[in-house]
């Protein structure tokens, strides 16, 4: 079923202001986000109850074999979600973590020099195939780069996944030279949600409690979710610092 990433952004956000908490925790609910995609061997629920005490390794196959039966397009990034992460690139080599079918990697293959597409899902068949990209296989918890190895690294829609998210934002900021580029949903916590998300943030403070402000950074919500850009260098910091710091 073709379900465009406005159309279900809008339904979530409907779900978010005005469905009761006691509806939105119900079995009801959680039976109908199962649905959405056919068979499971644990559904969302049990997942949120499960997901920080499953090893790696099963909870990476989870999600390699998750096929939802609504169909949002190529990517799950708005118009303006996309265009807010392509003027926030830095440098010639960049990083896209947990890439998917690399729709983003192959925008930026055309003006950068060296782009590199990394997911999970890569081992199991499920990646990009455009040419100019590199390929690779690669947990956003245990990166397989050196250090600062990129000048921009790219993360969307992949913090609300992640078992470890401080652990996950170490190793982002560990590889990038230059800049931190990250988009993550607005979404308010539920037990029964129409996505695998466990992590939630309806805040700008719910994403920087883990951020930290100490390093210099934007944040603002465009096209309905929050992009952050973090410098990981003086001089970049420096231009940051002189313009606004906070938003949304």
Not at 49 to 56: G, I, K, T
Not at 85 to 98: C, E, K
Not at 102 to 123: E, K, M, N
Request: charged fraction near 25%.
């Amino acid at each position: 079923m073709r379900f465009s990433r406005r159309a279900s952004m809008r339904i979530n956000d409907l779900l978010d202001q005005y469905a009761p908490p006691a509806l939105r925790d119900s079995k009801l609910m959680g039976a109908l986000a199962r649905k959405m995609y056919g068979s499971l061997r644990v559904d969302l629920m049990e997942l949120r109850q499960r997901a920080f005490y499953l090893p790696r390794a099963e909870y990476a196959a989870f999600y390699q074999e998750l096929q939802s039966k609504f169909d949002q397009g190529v990517t799950d990034l708005t118009d303006e979600s996309l265009a807010g992460v392509l003027a926030a690139v830095r440098g010639g080599r960049v990083l896209d973590v947990a890439c998917g079918l690399g729709y983003l990697s192959a925008i930026l293959a055309r003006d950068h020099d060296t782009v590199v597409g990394c997911d999970v899902a890569v081992s199991a068949g499920r990646r990009g195939h455009d040419p100019a990209v590199r390929w690779c296989d690669g947990n956003v918890e245990e990166l397989p780069f050196r250090d600062g190895a990129f000048d921009t690294v790219i993360s969307t829609h992949t913090l609300e996944h992640v078992q470890h998210l401080g652990v996950a934002l170490d190793e982002l900021r560990r590889v990038a030279r230059r800049r931190l580029i990250v988009v993550v949903p607005r979404q308010r916590p539920y037990l029964a949600t129409f996505n695998p998300h466990i992590h939630f943030f309806p805040y700008e403070f719910s994403l920087l409690a883990w951020t930290g402000t100490e390093r210099a950074h934007t944040i603002d919500l465009v096209g309905g979710d929050w992009l952050y850009v973090e410098d990981q260098d003086r001089a970049e910091a420096r231009t940051v610092l002189g313009g606004a710091v906070g938003g949304g």
